[in-house]
C-alpha cells in the first residue's frame, strides 16, 4: 500500500523559500506508472497544482505558469522522496500543501495524497 | 490555464435525494475530467476519470456525464457520508486545474 508522509516547517517568513519533503512508502519514487506532485489548497485560491517531477529514462518536471519562476520539486532516489522548494514567498503563498501520487495516462488522477501541511507566511 | 466553473457553489439536500453538480470548461478538454470528494481536514478523494467511469469501490450511486466543455455530477440517492465538498479537475491540458467546489450540506 502507498502511503506519503510530509515533513517541513508549517511557518515561512516573506522573501525566504518554503521547502517540503514528501517520503514515500509502497512505491519508488523512480516508479515508471507514476508522477510525483505538489498541490496547495486555501480559500483564496482553492485547489491548485503546482507541478510535479516523473521518471521516463531520464528525469522530468512539469510546473504551473503561475509559480514556475520561483518553484523546483526534485526527487531524491536515495531516500525514496521528493521534495518542493518556492522561493520568494509572500502572504499569498499561504496554504495547505499536499504531496500526491499521480497515475494514469497523463499521471491525471491523484489518487493518493499525503496528510497535508498548513504552511502560513508571516513574519 | 483552463479556467473550472461549477455550480452551484453550495446546496442544501436530504438523505435520498438526488443531486446534480455541474461542472465547465473554458475550452474543450474533451472527456478528460477527474471528479474528487473532499470531508473537512483530509485529502480530497477521487471518485470519476474520464468523465464517467468510477474508480473501483466507488459507490454506484455516484454517476458523472459530459464531453467538450460541459460536465455533470449526479448521486442518485444522497447517504449521510455524502456531505462533503465536490471538485472536478481537467487535464486536458497542463497546468491541471480544479473548479473551485460544491459544497453539500445538511438541509
Known amino acids: 500500500q502507498v502511503q506519503l508522509q510530509q515533513s517541513g516547517p508549517g511557518l515561512v517568513k516573506p522573501s525566504q523559500t518554503l521547502s517540503l519533503t514528501c517520503a514515500i512508502s509502497g512505491d519508488s519514487v523512480s516508479s515508471d506508472i507514476a508522477a510525483w506532485n505538489w498541490i496547495r489548497q486555501s480559500p483564496s485560491r482553492g485547489l491548485e497544482w503546482l507541478g510535479r517531477t516523473y521518471y521516463r529514462s531520464k528525469w522530468y518536471s512539469d510546473y504551473a505558469p503561475s509559480v514556475k519562476s520561483r518553484i523546483s520539486i526534485n526527487p531524491d532516489t536515495s531516500k525514496n522522496q521528493f521534495s518542493l522548494h518556492l522561493n520568494s514567498v509572500t502572504p499569498d503563498d499561504t496554504a495547505v500543501y499536499s504531496c500526491?501520487?499521480?497515475?494514469?495516462?497523463?499521471?491525471?488522477?491523484?489518487?493518493?495524497w499525503g496528510q497535508g501541511t498548513m504552511v502560513t507566511v508571516s513574519s | 490555464d483552463i479556467q473550472m466553473t461549477q455550480s452551484p457553489s453550495s446546496l442544501s439536500a436530504s438523505v435520498g435525494d438526488r443531486v446534480t453538480i455541474t461542472c465547465q470548461a473554458s475550452?474543450?478538454?474533451?472527456?478528460?475530467l477527474n471528479w474528487y470528494q473532499q470531508k473537512p481536514g483530509k485529502a480530497p478523494k477521487f471518485l470519476i476519470y474520464?468523465?464517467?467511469n468510477l474508480e473501483t469501490g466507488v459507490p454506484s450511486r455516484f454517476s458523472g456525464s459530459g464531453s467538450g466543455t460541459d460536465f455533470t455530477f449526479t448521486i442518485s440517492s444522497l447517504q449521510p457520508e455524502d456531505f462533503a465538498t465536490y471538485y472536478c479537475?481537467?487535464?486536458?491540458?497542463?497546468?491541471?486545474?480544479f473548479g473551485p467546489g460544491t459544497r453539500v450540506d445538511v438541509k
Open positions: 474520464d468523465a464517467s
Open positions: 500526491a501520487r499521480g497515475v494514469g495516462v497523463s499521471f491525471q488522477v491523484f489518487h493518493i
Open positions: 479537475q481537467q487535464y486536458g491540458n497542463l497546468p491541471f486545474t
Open positions: 475550452q474543450d478538454i474533451g472527456k478528460y
